[in-house]
């Protein structure tokens, strides 16, 4: 499930440009945006090529929780839980994705 590598619509560039990735931000990546459904994507897409509208869902983003390296608890760090390194692409071509963010975007994420 790639995204098409069409040109651009609505500031949202090549499928190379779209960072997309669902799962397994480095847990030193502390800048990134999840939806509720736990989509995520680099922070510079959901500011500046999503504008926080999920392409998925319609929903805004929050931070990105980063898994801790020092285990406070027993077994429980990201060195003992480590993240996926799956990359889940989005099924949705670029174009559908610019039109789903531009018909979204402004209405308020608390409001979708």
Known sequence: MMPSK???????ATAAELRILRQGF????ARGG??????TFCADCVETKLHNVCPNCGGGF?????????????????T????????VHLKYSLEDVAAHCARV???PPEQR
Not at 26 to 29: G, L, N, P, V
Not at 80 to 87: G, L, M, N, Q, W
């Open 26 to 29: 480095a847990a030193q990546f």
């Open 80 to 87: 003992k839980h480590t993240p996926s390194d799956k990359r």
């Open 105 to 107: 975007m402004g209405v």
């Open 6 to 12: 069409r040109g651009q619509s609505h500031g949202i």
């Open 34 to 39: 999840i939806c509720s459904y736990e989509c």
């Open 62 to 78: 929050a931070p990105r929780p980063i898994r801790p390296a020092k285990e406070w608890r027993p077994g429980v760090c990201v």
